[in-house]
């Protein structure tokens, strides 16, 4: 089981084209990714896990997350967690999770039945690490609670019109992983003056950019989804850039005022 979390994996969340997750993950994992995130209501682990299981790549070198409980799914049972777990490693065709989170905290999510059926696998070692995804500071307190494992992430949009202060803050002062989900604000980012600016500079693409700034932070790691070769070689390129930011390079994005929150549920927490 991998231990240490990849800074930059491959996001495969996709409203259609489900069954060409299986390609897409074979050719990231043939370009150097060692980090794949999916989830149970994203319809593709079967297609993730084949995939992985073409690669030529060990699964022991491969970091898995996959995620459940998105308010109706599974249902409000114990018995219902467990199947849902249960039925993830099996479309994804494993034995083991690098880690699971708790997809949103809102509907089906009972803290105390939850996340003690999440600590019962950790506790079996079929899942590596607990994560939990859109929590939000009080979320985060009461699961911590709860919770004998530590939360090794918590999964959140994060990009520079949305850089989640208070989160980030957080994550370092309790050391666990912010995982940033839409790091590229769907392409929004891509024409801020700002980060073109920088991206010139360096003669590097504004998606590098925006994600190196992000790496550039402690305890963020990112998932950009990409569904061509192209955009994958583009994206885990920023790895390297991050080394070459300037400080007024981050602090030019930084001071970005406007704010774009993307994912924005009627159930979620900050509403």
């Known amino acids: 089981m991998s231990g240490r979390m990849p800074r930059i994996g491959l996001g495969t969340y996709s409203d259609d084209d489900r069954h060409r997750w299986a390609d ?100 079996d070692g079929v899942v590596g690490h607990i994560g939990v995804s ?19 992430a918590n999964q959140v949009e994060c990009h520079p019109l949305c850089p989640q202060d208070e989160l980030r803050a957080y994550a370092r002062e309790d050391d666990h992983w912010l995982v940033a989900y839409c790091p590229l604000a769907r392409g929004e980012v891509f024409d801020r003056p700002e980060i073109r600016a920088v991206a010139d500079r360096h003669d590097a693409s504004p998606a590098q950019v925006s994600l190196a700034w992000l790496l550039s932070k402690e305890n963020v790691a990112v998932i950009p989804k990409a569904s061509s070769e192209e955009h994958m070689r583009d994206n885990f390129a920023a790895c390297e850039l991050v080394e070459d930011l300037t400080e007024e390079d981050i602090e030019r994005i930084d001071a970005i005022d406007d704010r774009t929150r993307l994912i924005d549920r009627e159930y979620a927490p900050w509403n």
Do not use: M
């Open 134 to 152: 859109n929590f939000e500071p009080e979320n985060l307190d009461r699961a911590r609670e709860i919770l004998d494992a530590p939360i090794f």
């Open 24 to 123: 897409r993950v074979e050719t990231a994992l043939e370009l150097g990714y060692r980090h794949v995130d999916t989830a149970q209501v994203y319809g593709n682990e079967e297609y993730v896990g084949e995939g992985l299981a073409a690669s030529d790549v060990p699964r022991q070198e491969v970091f898995l997350a996959t995620k459940t409980v998105h308010v109706d799914v599974p249902g409000p049972d114990r018995s219902d967690l467990t199947d849902a777990i249960e039925g993830c490693l099996d479309r994804l065709g494993t034995d083991y999770l690098d880690l699971l989170y708790v997809h949103w905290p809102a509907g089906v999510y009972d803290p105390e039945t939850t996340l003690e059926v999440y600590q019962e696998f950790y506790d």
